[in-house]
C-alpha cells in the first residue's frame, strides 16, 4: 500500500516536472526564434538581400546550430535554406506556433516580397524531456524495489514478534501461566509490550498462587475447629449422663461454633478490603485521637496481664482514612503485643511525623519475630511455632496488612531490640 502510494506520488512528480521544463524550454527556444528571426531581418533592412544571405550563409557554416533557415521567393519556391520548411513560410504575419510533433517556427515577410522562415525542432528539449523521464522512471523502479523489500521484510518481521505473542496467549489460555514472551531486548514498542505483558502474566501468576494457597490453608484450618467441634459432640452423645453435661456440652458448641464463624468473618473482611481499590470510606482522621482511644481501652487488660502500655503520640495529626478499618488495624497489633510477648513486657504505641510522612508504630519488648518469619506471619493463619496453641487465629496480621495496603502503605515488621516493632508510613497523599 505505502509503497504504491509512494510510487504515484513519484509518477506524478516526475510528470508534472517534464511538463514544466518543457513548457519552460519550449518557450525559451520560441523567444531564441522570434530574436533569430528579428535579427536576420534587422540585417536585411541594413544590407538588403545580399546581406541577409550572407549572415545566413555564416549560420549554414555553425555546425553546432540547431536552427533551420528557409528564404522563400515571390513565387513560392525556396531560394536558399531547407526546402521542408516551405509549409511553414505560408503565414506571412509571423509564426506558426505549432505544438506537438511539428517544429517552433518564427516567420517573416520582407520588404521584396520574399519571405523567411527560422524553424527549431526541439530536439534539445526533447532530450532534455527524455532524460527527465529515465531518471524518474529509474527512481520509480528502485523505490518500487526498496518499498517492497523492506515493506515485506518488515512485515514478516513484525508478524514474527506478533506470532510470539499470539502463541504465548494461547499456551496461558490453555492452562500454562508459566508460559512467557521471549523479547529481544532491543527496547523498541514490541519488547515493551512483551515485558508488560509478561509483568501481567506474573501478576495474574502470583495472585493464582496466592489463591491456591490461601484456599487450601482455608480448608486445612477450618478443618480443625470443625473436627474438634464433631468430636465433642460425640464424646457427648456417648459419655454424657445428666442434663446438665448436656448443657456445658452445647455451650462448648456454641463457642466453638462462635469461633469459626469469627475466622469466617474474618476471612471475608480481609477479602474485602483486599479487593477494595476505591478509598471511598476514606475521611479526614484524627490520628493522634485514635491513637490515643486504643491506649485508653487497653491500658486496663494490659496491667491486668501484668504488663505496660505507653504512649508517644504527636499530637494534631490527621490523616485521610477509614477510622474503622485503621482502630482494627492498630486494635490487632496492640493485642498480639500483650499476647505473643511474657509478663512484665511494655508496650509502646508510638504516633511520629518526620519531614511530613506520618509513621504509626506498635511496639513492644518480647520475643519478637525471627527475620525469616516476617514475611510468613502476614499469611492468613501463619502461627510462629510457639503460638500455635494460644488463643488466635493467625489472621490478625493479615488483616493489619490489607488494611495498611489500603492505606497505601505497608504493614512493616521490624526488630525492636528486643521485640517486634510493626509499623505503616502513611503516602504523602493522605497526610492532611
Ligand atoms: N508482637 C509480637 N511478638 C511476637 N510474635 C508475634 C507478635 N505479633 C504476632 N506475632 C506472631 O505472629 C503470628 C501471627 O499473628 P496474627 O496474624 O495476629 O495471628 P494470631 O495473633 O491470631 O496468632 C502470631 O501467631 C505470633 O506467632
Ligand atoms: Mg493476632
Redesign the pocket.
Same mark, same amino acid.
Given at each position: 500500500m505505502y509503497t504504491a502510494a509512494f510510487m504515484v506520488t513519484v509518477g506524478v512528480i516526475g510528470w508534472v516536472t517534464v511538463l514544466v521544463v518543457s513548457d519552460t524550454l519550449e518557450r525559451q527556444a520560441q523567444r531564441g526564434l522570434e530574436n533569430e528571426a528579428s535579427a536576420l531581418v534587422d540585417e536585411f533592412k541594413a544590407g538588403g538581400r545580399q546581406d541577409l544571405e550572407a549572415a545566413l550563409a555564416g549560420r549554414f557554416a555553425n555546425p553546432l546550430t540547431h536552427i533551420r533557415y528557409v528564404l522563400i521567393g515571390v513565387d513560392g519556391r525556396a531560394l536558399l535554406g531547407d526546402e521542408t520548411l516551405l509549409p511553414y513560410g505560408r503565414d506571412p504575419a509571423g509564426s506558426v506556433a505549432s505544438r506537438g510533433a511539428g517544429p517552433r517556427t518564427a516567420a517573416r515577410a520582407l520588404s521584396d516580397g520574399s519571405r523567411l522562415v527560422v524553424a527549431d525542432d526541439l530536439a534539445d528539449v526533447r532530450h532534455v524531456e527524455a532524460v527527465i523521464r529515465r531518471a524518474f522512471l529509474i527512481a520509480l523502479v528502485i523505490a518500487g524495489a526498496l518499498g517492497l523489500g523492506t515493506g515485506s521484510l518488515l512485515s514478516t518481521a513484525l508478524l514474527r514478534r506478533l506470532d510470539a505473542i499470539t502463541r504465548t496467549a494461547e499456551a496461558v489460555v490453555a492452562g500454562d501461566l508459566t508460559q512467557r514472551i521471549t523479547h529481544t531486548g532491543s527496547k523498541d514498542e514490541f519488547d515493551r509490550l512483551a515485558v508488560t505483558l509478561n509483568r501481567m502474566l506474573d501478576r495474574i501468576d502470583g495472585l493464582m498462587v496466592n489463591l491456591r494457597q490461601v484456599s487450601t490453608d482455608i480448608a486445612h484450618d477450618l478443618r480443625t475447629p470443625l473436627s474438634r467441634l464433631r468430636q465433642n459432640l460425640e464424646t457427648t452423645n456417648r459419655r454424657a449422663a445428666t442434663l446438665d453435661d448436656y448443657r456445658v456440652a452445647v455451650e462448648q458448641a456454641v463457642e466453638e461454633t462462635d469461633r469459626i464463624l469469627d475466622i469466617f468473618s474474618a476471612l471475608l473482611r480481609i477479602a474485602q478490603i483486599e479487593a477494595t481499590t476505591l478509598r471511598k470510606g476514606f475521611h479526614p482522621v484524627n490520628l493522634s485521637e485514635l491513637f490515643h482511644t486504643v491506649a485508653d481501652a487497653y491500658a486496663a487488660p494490659a496491667s491486668d496481664g501484668g504488663r505496660t502500655l505507653a504512649a508517644d503520640i504527636t499530637a494534631d495529626v490527621w490523616v485521610q482514612a477509614d477510622q474503622d478499618l485503621l482502630t482494627q488495624l492498630f486494635v490487632?497489633?496492640v493485642?498480639?503485643?500483650l499476647?505473643?510477648?511474657p509478663q512484665r513486657s511494655t508496650v509502646t504505641l508510638e504516633l511520629s511525623v518526620r519531614d511530613r510522612s506520618v509513621v504509626a508504630a506498635?511496639c513492644?519488648d %518480647? *520475643? !519478637?519475630?525471627p527475620a525469616t518469619?516476617r514475611e510468613k506471619?502476614?499469611r492468613r493463619f501463619?502461627?510462629?511455632e510457639?503460638?500455635?496453641y %494460644? *488463643? !488466635?487465629?493467625?489472621?490478625?496480621?493479615?488483616?493489619?496488612a490489607a488494611v495498611a495496603e489500603l492505606h497505601g502503605g505497608q504493614l512493616t515488621l521490624s526488630d525492636a531490640q528486643p521485640?517486634?516493632r510493626?509499623s505503616i508510613a502513611f503516602t504523602r497523599e493522605l497526610i492532611l
Open positions: 490487632n497489633l493485642e498480639n503485643a499476647l505473643h510477648t506498635v513492644d %518480647g *520475643p !519478637g519475630i518469619e506471619v502476614l501463619y502461627r510462629l510457639r503460638s500455635r %494460644g *488463643p !488466635g487465629n493467625g489472621l490478625g496480621l493479615s488483616l493489619a521485640g517486634l510493626a
